[in-house]
Every structure is written in C-alpha cells, then in structure tokens.
C-alpha cells in the first residue's frame, strides 16, 4: 500500500521513514527532521494518531556524528536493504562523512540505488528519498539528480555541479540543474488548479532552461521566489500511474535542500504532503519555528 492511500477518505496510514546513517554525520540533519516528523499527527487533537514511524539504518551498532552525538541503529544495511520494500521514505543527512561514502563507494549509496531500482519496479506506490545539505552529492554521484534539479549547502554548490556533469557525462544523460533554494522537490503530487502555468507553488523545469541554456554545463539558477506546495492528498485529481513511471526515477518524489536548518524546512513540506498542511503548522507553531518553503519543479501533473 501507499504511504498515501489511493482513496483520500480512507484511512491514515503510518508513513515508514529510514535515516540513512553513515559515520561523522551532521547532528542537526538528523535531529531536526526527526522532532518534526515524529511529532506529525493525523488529526491535530489525537497524539495516537502519528504520521511517521521511524527507524536508522548504519553500517555499525552506533553511529557517531560530528558533534559528538551517538546514535544506536535499528538495523544494519544488509537487512535495510532486504526490507527496503517496507519504506515509504529514505533520509540521507549531510556532514563531514560524506566525503568517505565517495571516496569509499560505501553505504548508503547501494541502498539509494536499490530503493530506486524498487520504485522503478513498482512506481505505483508513493515513495520519497530527502538529502539534506551536501548528503545530495551522494545522490548526484549516483546519477539520481540527472534530468532533475537539486540544491544544497552554498558551500558546496560548485562540487554538486561538477559530481552531477560527470555522472551525466558518464551516464549520457541529462544534466542536473542546480538551485540556489531553501529546498528543491522533483516529481511532487498536487493540485495544479485550472492554470498551471499560474500557478505559484511550480517552477517549470523548460523555464529554467530558457534563463540559463539546456547545455549549460553550470547551470545555477538563483531563487525567484516562487515558494510553497499544497498537499496531494487534498487535491481532487488522481495522476496516472504511466505518466508517474516515465518521469526521471519512476516519479519519486526526490527533495535536496540547502543548509542544515533547510532540512527542517524540507520536514515540514513532507508533513505537509504526506500528512496535511495544517498538521505542517502545527508542528511549526508547536516548535515555534517559522517555515521558510522552497521550490516544485516538475510536478507529476505537469
């Protein structure tokens, strides 16, 4: 089943989330996204009714990031890997340890590529992967960013571009376009309403080749403001299941953002999509932090 039923009137169902945790990683990338969705409620008035169930995955018992913080994990990759079918979303936060997942070709880039091979296999369920800060350069050594867009942290833009034109290069694919956003989505669900090309919460992928060239091999397009997202699951319409799997990744929602507390922004558009939108606010209001939105491009409407 998907993480959202087919039916928005039928049952809210627990959305499974795996951290996908690797030595040194950022602290915050995973803390943060971990309070929001873990205090995500179906319905507002009843804390039974949590949106997310949540699990890490390491290549170790524990896992130290840093900053210091230890953390058990609830699985190693090998077992990860064959339950993979079971999750409905993969988080892969950022920090000093990425460069050894690189430079070693080590987890969690096997079970990035597998859970991608799943959903290609079976587009029909609802499935997402979130990088948080420079964890997007494991996804653009991979080649999951080509054809798409992507952000993350400033520092590392320069690197993500050149990760993504050698995977392209490498692949024969489509280039990457890389954002300067607060967080980027690929392949969103949701309603577009009578006007698409009006509307605010989408940033056509064709108008950003139009500012910077399709064979721009540094293809940076900073913000024009155009922020936000409503939620699937309120929308009216149904997509269909072909369109979904001809879209980069089988139509996996793909999301990278930009600096640490970017991923809390991201955090709060999944509860948002995967939820509802006023759970979204009421996680924020609860934790009295204000939701900077970043950017769709390409919805699966489009």
Not at 29 to 50: C, F, N, Q, Y
Not at 245 to 269: E, F, K, Q
Request: net charge negative.
């Amino acid at each position: 089943m998907s993480a959202i039923a087919d039916n928005a009137d039928g049952p809210n169902e627990i959305i499974k989330v795996l951290f996908a945790l690797f030595p040194n990683y950022n602290t915050l990338d995973v803390a943060g996204p971990l309070e929001i969705l873990s205090r995500a409620l179906h319905d507002i008035k009843d804390k039974e009714s949590k949106g997310f169930k949540i699990e890490m995955v390491g290549p170790a018992a524990a896992m130290t990031s840093t900053q210091g913080l230890t953390i058990k994990a609830d699985m190693d990759y090998e077992d990860a890997n064959e339950e993979l079918e079971d999750y409905d979303l993969i988080i892969v936060p950022g920090g000093d340890g990425v460069t050894d997942v690189l430079d070693k070709n080590s987890e969690p880039l096997n079970l990035l590529k597998n859970f991608v091979t799943l959903h290609e296999k079976s587009p029909s369920k609802e499935r997402t992967v979130l990088a948080i800060s420079n964890g997007s350069l494991v996804l653009g050594q991979l080649g999951m960013l080509e054809g798409l867009a992507a952000t993350t942290h400033p520092d590392y833009y320069t690197r993500l571009e050149t990760i993504c034109q050698t995977a392209s290069t490498r692949d024969m694919s489509m280039r990457t376009d890389v954002m300067e956003e607060r967080y980027v989505v690929n392949n969103a669900r949701f309603d577009l309403g009578d006007n698409p090309e009006d509307n605010p919460y989408i940033i056509r992928k064709q108008a950003v080749e139009e500012t910077v060239g399709p064979n721009t091999m540094h293809a940076r397009r900073k913000s024009i403001a155009r922020k936000g997202s409503n939620a699937w699951r309120d929308s009216k319409r149904r997509e269909s299941i072909a369109r979904r799997a001809s879209m980069p990744l089988g139509g996996m929602r793909l999301i990278t953002t930009g600096g640490t507390a970017a991923g809390l922004d991201a955090a709060l558009y999944l509860v948002g999509s995967l939820v509802s939108h006023d759970s979204a606010l009421e996680v924020a209001r609860v934790m009295q932090y204000s939701w900077v939105k970043g950017v769709t491009v390409d919805a699966i409407d489009v």
